[in-house]
């Protein structure tokens, strides 16, 4: 059974910054393609950044320049480093990976039917 746990979270102030981490167990394959989303206060759930199976990423508008994801196939972990933090990066963070990796994925990272996703980690980002 796949589980994905998601670390580095927490409480920073503007223009700080966060390394957030999610380390999947029981992952079977060699390699994966993920993206990262999250869950802003009252608001639904959007797509923040994503890479393919060979490392080619995908931004959102709101987060390019500032945020980068990077992964490690061998330790089945990604990683999604934030920097310059905005009060409006406030949120639950999660991630989401697949094995399943065609070339459709990297058209649309952020409504892929990701199989794993983790639980979960708070950033709270105080002006």
């Known amino acids: 059974q796949v589980q994905l746990v998601e670390s580095g979270g927490g409480s920073v102030q503007a223009g700080g910054s966060l390394r957030l981490s999610c380390q999947a167990s029981?992952?079977?394959?060699?390699?994966?393609?993920a993206g990262w989303f999250r869950q802003l206060p009252g608001k639904e759930r959007e797509g923040v950044a994503s890479?393919?199976?060979?490392?080619?990423?995908t931004y959102a508008a709101s987060v390019k320049g500032r945020f980068t994801i990077s992964k490690v196939d061998a330790a089945s972990t990604l990683y999604l480093q934030m920097d310059s933090l905005k009060p409006e990066d406030t949120g639950m963070y999660y991630c989401?990976?697949?094995?399943?990796?065609?070339?459709?994925?990297?058209?649309?990272?952020?409504?892929?039917?990701?199989?794993?996703w983790g639980q979960g980690t708070q950033v709270t980002v105080s002006s």
């Open positions: 890479i393919g199976l060979h490392g080619s990423s």
């Open positions: 989401a990976i697949d094995s399943y990796c065609p070339q459709g994925f990297e058209d649309e990272p952020f409504t892929w039917g990701y199989p794993y």
């Open positions: 029981g992952y079977p394959y060699r390699d994966f393609c």
